[in-house]
């Protein structure tokens, strides 16, 4: 069984991002890092299809999801209150892959906006594999780094950037990334976020010959293998192809992907 | 204590438990309820979801001779009550199916009918050929109805002649009863639908999905990478169900229905129309457990109804 009525049981709001921690003890213990969820958002017609969240975190029975409002589904989950209930598909796809040669080594993980999400629970999890976790967290505005606060709390080596200098480094996360590499050993880098970000990452990461993971957006329309909508072209067995992200994603590595 | 005790069984009695199958013909249903090609995968995604020994039959994902690579990607669009989709038919190809999926899939007791596609008359032909020599399948449907493969939405469905040639081609060579499935964007589908059964169709579905488009105002970009693609869910089905309804009217074999139906009820109003047996599509996008979830509707509005036999319910428009 992978599908659950959920119930929503805290709510934090900070403008237009939103976390919600939701019961649901069966996805808490099946889950892994860098795995999502579809949430069907109303039983009405429109929106129709589910849509796709990161798990942000697992604690206990519970899970946790981050996200921004950004269209209907969105902003009709985002007006959910406490105890109304979900309708979640999950865990599903593959999450980050995490190699015994990661232990006792730093790892740096990279967050543009929304793409936050998925890294918080891996930050967690490598943190007890242990690894050193940097994380660099870039927005538009200091509105836009609503989990700055948490990941303080959190006591994670925290390197923050906005577009237009409202807090921290004034420039892109990708360009923040660059600058302070010099001064960082990782042995893996893992990103989420917009697909330009992304792909200066891969291409800088590459340079230096350090691995690094993506988890992958798309149009997804079941997240369950089933209508082929959530294609991106990967590179398999010296062919390029193109690979279902709910399935065999939405982590790739930065070899496989072919960024358009 | 003993009051109550009585209570449940006499009411239980009252109850009987409705007969759901219906009669193809050419292949008795369990259930009138039949996965839809394209929207079921190879038949094996569901398994977490449901037992697909309990559905009236499913179809396979759209199957070509030879591997395809489909269209590039943003392939899927939102609209209101519907989706966009222009995949293009990405897909194995019949000789990876057979060796990797049909084993997998024949346990099923349930019948597996294949759809089947092709870039011209000779592919079509071929797949059957090839599929004609492997155990385990229960009917072809022909595919001459995709929108998202030739420019401009061009397929044989849309011309009587074309219909007529390619039905007539595979039926020819198929050693199983064949379901010619029909696209609606055409000015008269009765006429496409007389075509296909008098170059000797066993049965037609109806319908494949409307050619249609989306555009984003903000960027002024298609929805679609490919521009257009076909239209399905809720949206479509007040014109498909009229479509049904037309050509069960004017032919004399059974027609499967299809177009939006996301319930019991929804799945009823296409028997009603005079659909022998309905296929669901996007519904199982929504929810995975649809196709169980609209049989058990099916079986309650009989049992509340007290009709004993579904199929009484095909073709019972008031008028
Ligand atoms: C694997 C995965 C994980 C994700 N995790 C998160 C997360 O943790 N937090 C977060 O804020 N966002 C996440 N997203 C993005 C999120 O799914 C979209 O922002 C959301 O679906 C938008 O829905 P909407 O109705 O508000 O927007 P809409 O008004 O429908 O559309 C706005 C845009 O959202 C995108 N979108 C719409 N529907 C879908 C869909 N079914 N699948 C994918 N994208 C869609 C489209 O690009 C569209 O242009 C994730 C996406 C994927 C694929
Ligand atoms: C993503 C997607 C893929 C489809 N692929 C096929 C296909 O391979 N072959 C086919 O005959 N129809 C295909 N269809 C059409 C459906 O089988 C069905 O005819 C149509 O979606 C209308 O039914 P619905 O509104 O219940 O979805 C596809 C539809 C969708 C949404
Ligand atoms: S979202 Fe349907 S196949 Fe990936």
Known sequence: ?260 | MKKDLCFGPKKLYGLKMADLSVDLGFLQLQNPVIAASGTFGYGLEFSPYLDPNNLGGFVVKGLYFYPREGNPPPRLGETPCGILNSIGLQGIGVKKFVREILPQIRKYQTPIIINVCGEEDQEYVSVVEFLNQHPGISAYELNISCPNVKKNGRCPALDPQDTFSIVRAVKKVSSLPLITKLSPNVTDIVEIALSAQQAGTDALSLVNTFLAMDVDPQTRKPTLANIYGGLSGPAIKPIALRMVHQVAQNVGIPVIGMGGIMSGEDALEYLIAGARAVEVGTANFVDPESTVKIINQMKKYCEQKGIPRIESVVGSLKI
């Not at chain 1, 939701?22 to 429109?46: A, E, V």
Request: proline letters at 5%.
């Open chain 1, 1 to 260: 069984m992978k599908d659950s009525q959920a119930e929503i049981i805290h709510k934090q709001t900070w403008n237009e991002y939103i976390l919600l921690e939701i019961y649901s003890p069966r996805i808490s213990s099946q889950s892994q890092p860098g795995q999502f969820l579809m949430i069907r958002i109303n039983p009405q017609l429109h929106p129709l299809l589910r849509r796709p969240f990161s798990i942000h975190s697992t604690k206990g029975s519970r899970i946790e999801i981050f996200f921004q409002n950004s269209g209907l589904g969105t902003s009709l989950l985002s007006r959910k209150k406490i105890h109304d209930q979900l309708d979640i598909i999950g865990p599903l796809g593959k999450g980050f892959f995490l190699d015994n040669s990661l232990r006792e080594k730093e790892v740096v993980l990279i967050g543009g906006g929304r793409g936050i999400a998925p890294l918080f629970f891996l930050a967690q999890s490598l943190r007890t594999f242990p690894c050193g976790v940097k994380i660099f967290y870039g927005g538009k505005t200091h509105k836009d780094l609503p989990l700055k606060d948490r990941l303080e709390e959190k006591r994670f080596d925290l390197y923050c950037s906005t577009d237009d200098g409202s807090y921290g480094y004034k420039g892109y996360v990708s360009e923040l990334f660059e600058a302070t590499f010099p001064s960082l050993n990782p042995k893996a880098v893992f990103a989420c976020g917009p697909e330009e970000m992304m792909k200066k990452i891969s291409h800088l990461t590459q340079q230096q010959k350090i691995p690094a993971q993506f988890s992958l957006e798309s149009m997804m329309g079941c997240g369950i293998g089933a209508c082929w909508g959530c294609v991106k072209r990967i590179k398999k067995k010296g062919s390029e192809e193109w690979i279902k992200i709910c399935e065999e994603g939405p982590v790739f590595r930065s070899e496989e992907i072919v960024w358009s």
